[in-house]
Nanobody, 127 residues
């Protein structure tokens, strides 16, 4: 049984930082591209970032480039989303997801291309 468990969300002031973690089990972690999506209240789920199985390639939505960094540790079956200079518009539930590692991170920008999902963690940025 595959499980993706996010942690690290919370309440932060604008300009602050948070690091989200996603711990995976029940799958061969190094075989999967890992992604992060977010969903604000009343809005559709949005792609945030993805990282290839090796960690060599990443992709970001333009609104977070230069502020967010995705990374992974295959030895720990965990991937991370470091979020700096947070803005109120970053407020959302953040979801970790896993997709077939054969796909490009540039292709994996749609939620229906991911096989597994976590339960989400709330990030709230106050102004």
């Amino acid at each position: 049984q595959v499980q993706l468990v996010e942690s690290g969300g919370g309440l932060v002031q604008a300009g602050g930082s948070l690091r989200l973690s996603c711990a995976a089990s029940g799958l061969i972690f190094r075989n999967y591209v890992m992604g992060w999506f977010r969903q604000a209240s009343g809005k559709e789920r949005e792609f945030v970032a993805a990282i290839s199985w090796s960690g060599a390639t990443t992709n970001y939505v333009s609104s977070v480039k230069g502020r967010f960094t995705i990374s992974r540790d295959n030895a720990k079956n965990t991937n991370y989303l470091q979020m700096n200079n947070l803005r109120p518009e970053d407020t959302a539930v953040y979801y970790c997801a896993a997709a077939n590692g054969a796909y490009s991170v540039n292709y994996l920008v749609k939620s229906d291309r991911y096989a597994y999902w976590g339960q989400g963690t709330q990030v709230t940025v106050s102004s």
